[in-house]
């Protein structure tokens, strides 16, 4: 596609060089709103990235949607932490790197984020990584 301006289009995350191909960056990095001078990096989804995620997330759903359905309190508990699984896999996934964060004197990573960084970037990239993917506001619940 060819676009009047040689900027780049945000949106596609696509920019026409000097010589008019198509240059196309398989990550996109956003601004974290919950804190402040972080950025981060995800992939963008690729037809085998969309298949590489729906396979790791397709069996943890399915029990979790058949256990969120149940009246037993330790069901829902258990369908809440499979949930909360997916998010994580989502996390690792699509994490590509995360600029402006230390954790423990380390640079921050997927696993360190996870482990030991603040809830509210990690669920922010979760967001972030599911709206890449194009999910659902269902979807996306789990």
């Not at 949106?11 to 974290?32: C, F, H, N, T, V």
């Not at 590489?52 to 969120?68: H, N, P, T």
């Not at 482990?115 to 599911?130: F, N, Q, T």
Request: neutral net charge; charged residues 30%.
């Amino acid at each position: 596609m060819r676009f009047i301006s040689r900027l780049r289009n945000e949106r596609s995350g696509a920019a026409e060089s000097s010589k008019g191909a198509l240059r196309y960056e398989s990550a996109i990095w956003i601004d974290s709103q919950v804190r402040a001078g972080v950025k981060f990096a995800i992939h963008r989804v690729s037809f085998a990235h969309r298949m590489d995620l729906s396979r790791r997330v397709r069996e943890i759903s399915r029990k979790a949607e058949f256990l969120q359905a149940s009246t037993e309190l330790h069901e829902k508990i258990e369908a809440n932490i499979l949930a909360q699984e997916i998010d994580a896999m989502y996390l690792q996934w699509g994490l590509v790197s995360i600029e402006g964060l230390a954790i423990d004197g380390e640079r921050a990573t997927a696993e360190l984020l996870l482990e030991k960084g603040p809830e509210d970037l990690a669920r922010e990239v979760v967001r972030a990584i599911k709206e890449q993917c194009g999910l659902s506001e269902a979807e996306r619940k789990n």
